[in-house]
């Protein structure tokens, strides 16, 4: 499971989950959790339409009232399923073998 908290990222969130997706990991293993920290721009808008596009691939959207991030770090431990999880800043971006080195 991969956590995202995001708090206005509507410039960095798409190339950051994208990085995500490229991954080279079973996409059977690779869950992606954005949790949306009450966004006051388009963040929440841009994770929505990349659920669409990209319907294949595990991603959520959490959405919550401005608590920081470790509230929202809580909030999308709750829903994981992985083994494993890591977490990402939402204005950054891994390279295609982080997760298996």
Request: with cysteine.
């Amino acid at each position: 499971s991969i956590l995202i908290p995001a708090y206005n990222e509507e410039k960095t969130i798409e190339e950051t989950i994208k990085s995500v997706i490229n991954l080279n990991y079973p996409k059977d293993k690779k869950e992606i959790i954005v949790i949306d920290d009450g966004s006051k721009d388009k963040t929440s808008k841009i994770v929505k339409g990349m659920i669409q596009r990209y319907g294949n691939e595990k991603i959520s959207l959490l959405n919550q009232k401005n608590q920081g991030k470790a509230a929202a770090m809580n909030y999308g431990l709750k829903i994981t399923k992985g083994e494993f999880f890591a977490c990402l800043d939402a204005d950054s971006t891994v390279q295609k073998n982080a997760l298996r080195n």
